[in-house]
């Protein structure tokens, strides 16, 4: 028996339509019989199509609000039966059974319905039962049956059979398999997802993950890496989300550090005015809020310049032009934004290799996320850290006081410091880091990095002393002794936020309270791996 396979016969039964049509055609002219179902079969007689319903075929119409109208042994038997074994061809012929050479399905929209917000009864109707059968037992059958999930496909199902004559080869019936498996796997997996959040299972038996292929990357971190990039289907704004208006695809570091800036400036709303952060490898060089959207970045960009080549730059606000010709005068790897302006999207046209990214929108910081980490034989799987904690939830913990401007500043600092690698220690001063220190083994370290980067800024913009003097200092973690709050102080730290609960918090608190200090404690912490 031949690898070929011809079409004679197709059951389709799609809930998205598009492209409907202009397949059920194509296959009509090149000699296919048509099944159909519901929507799918009057869609297609409308458009004069000859369509045989599966009811005809079962002997059986549709019942119970469309929930029964494929679980029949005339159409799982023509998917699945093996056409070269003599058994099933004497059993297909005995009950009247005709071969199904293609299945066309695309399921309920389950995933849509969730994130439309619908109530528990409207998602459970549209939780597909017949489909994601018939898709299997077609899946499973490849070397007699074509199956088709998605639309993108249509149009290569018909080269295929063009290429041979009606009929499609092995390879291509197995990759059509893969997909097919992979998208009821999919499917099963956003159904148990929201089932497990319905029912409030923290920690469920078994859990499924899923994505969708948006991009194959030309390698990973490293050039001997391969990687890809999945979404997931949630529809948060970001880099997942975002439209790329002009640029070189985007790599995978490119796309992890564009979606922390975006991340982090999305901390801070634009009803309060412009935020603006700068990214290099993962973790914040400079971070600020501004009268204008070009204010904010000449600051953020003036707390680490030497690192800001080269980096990430997210806005909370719509690029403008003013703030883009600004951008344009070193090299920035991409742009990240809610929109840009017209004129702003022209200046950035003469930077060829910029990316600018536009996502129409912010992500809520507050929104729960479940993360996930690969470990050797196992998954990490958490909440995102949406953890905030306001002015009035703060404990002064010191006999000095923050005054007002400090506090704010104080409140800069520990959002930036959420998202700064563990161990984090973050100088703010005026609304804009001055010094980050991040990623080190040790806290007094981390204290160290940021007054040395403090003091680098100071070089470069020809000041009298560290900007350092006078700052907020925020730390994810608890100080566990007090010599990186000394450092801090030394450096000229002047007020500090913390979560507090080290042993030794009487000595740190002693420690702020010598130096002056005025110290708040917040009850949580940022650490960030």
Known sequence: MSDLLPIRRALISVSDKTGLIDLAKALSDRGVELLSTGGSAKAMRDAGLDVKDVADVTGFPEMMDGR?????????????????????????????????????VNLYPFEATVAAGADYDTCIENIDIGGPAMIRAAAKNAAFVNVIVDVEDYDKLLGDMDQHD??????????????????????????????????????????AFAGELKQTLRYGENSHQKAAFYTDGSGRPGVATA????????????????????????????????????IKHANPCGVAVGATLVDAYQKAFDCDRTSAFGGIVALNQPLDVETAKKIVEIFTE?????????????????????????????????????????????????????????????????????????????????????????????YVKGGATVGVGAGQMSRLDSANVAASKAQRMADALGLDESPAKGSAVASDAFFP???????AAAAGGTCVIQPGGSMRDEEVIKAADDAGLAM???GMRHFRH
């Open 68 to 104: 029964v109208k494929t679980l029949h042994p005339n159409v799982h038997g023509g998917l699945l039966a093996l056409r070269d074994n003599e058994q099933h061809v004497a059993a297909m012929k005995e009950h009247g059974i005709a071969g199904i050479d293609l299945l066309v």
């Open 166 to 207: 009606g009929a499609t080869c092995p390879k291509f019936r197995r990759k059509l398999s893969q997909k097919a498996y992979a998208r009821t796997g999919a499917y099963d997996a956003a159904v148990s997802t929201w089932m497990a959040e319905q029912l409030e299972l923290e920690a469920p038996k078994r859990r």
């Open 243 to 278: 439209t790329q208006l002009q640029g070189k695809e985007l790599s995978y570091n490119n796309i992890n550090d564009t979606d922390a800036a975006f991340e982090l400036v999305s901390e801070f709303d634009p009803a309060n005015g412009p935020a603006v952060a700068i």
């Open 334 to 426: 991409v742009v990240i934004a809610p929109g840009a302006s017209e004129e702003a999207k022209e200046v950035f046209a003469a930077k060829k290799n910029l990316r600018l990214l536009l996502t129409d929108g912010l992500p809520d910081p507050r929104t729960p996320i479940t993360t996930y980490k690969q470990v050797a034989g196992g998954v990490l799987v958490q909440d995102k850290d949406v953890g905030t904690v306001a002015a009035d939830e703060l404990k002064v913990v010191t006999k000095v006081a923050p005054t007002d401007a400090q506090m704010a500043d104080l409140q800069f600092a520990w959002k930036v410091a959420k998202h700064v690698k563990s161990n984090a220690i973050v």
């Open 481 to 487: 002794f007090a010599d990186g709050l000394l450092e």
């Open 520 to 522: 708040v404690f917040t």
